[in-house]
Each structure stands twice: as C-alpha cells, then as structure tokens.
C-alpha cells in the first residue's frame, strides 16, 4: 500500500469531532438585509448578538435559525 494513501486512510478513519461556537444568521433579500448572530460562550450558554443588543438565548433559538454561516472548532483528540 502506497505510504501517502496509508497516512489519508488513517486521519479520515480518526474520529474528528467538531463542536459549533457560532451561528450567523442573514434576513433580507441578495441586495439588502440584516445580519444576526448566536455565539456560544462556554460550553452550553449561547448569546444572540443583534447589532448592539446581545440576549441569552437557548440551544432551541440556535437549532431553530437558518443558519447562513456556521462556526467549529476542532476538539483534538490524543493520539496514541
């Protein structure tokens, strides 16, 4: 087996966890509109940041969005 393809087969088999951390949200049209966005402080308390109004929000608030753009951060993992 072709040592490069050894390595790929290893890191795509690796269990490569992400958790998300940020949820931009767009309403309007492709000429104008409006950007909100839910931000994840810690680990399970989110904030929805509206121009300069930022609310507690829950993880329903933040699964119930349309989600434009999403954030991850890769949670590394120990290797042996």
């Known amino acids: 087996m072709n040592g490069q393809y050894q390595q790929t087969v290893e890191v795509l088999n690796n269990d ?3 958790s998300l ?3 931009v949200n767009h309403q309007g ?3 104008s ?3 909100t966005s839910f931000i994840r402080q810690h ?5 929805k940041c509206d121009d300069a109004i930022i609310t507690k929000a829950s993880i ?6 349309e989600g ?3 954030f991850y ?3 590394f993992l120990e290797y042996e």
């Open 29 to 31: 049209t492709l000429e």
């Open 43 to 47: 680990k399970d308390q989110w904030f």
């Open 33 to 35: 509109g409006h950007y």
């Open 73 to 75: 951060h890769k949670q």
């Open 68 to 70: 434009y753009l999403l």
């Open 16 to 18: 490569n966890k992400y």
């Open 60 to 65: 329903k608030d933040v699964l119930d969005s």
């Open 21 to 23: 951390f940020a949820v």
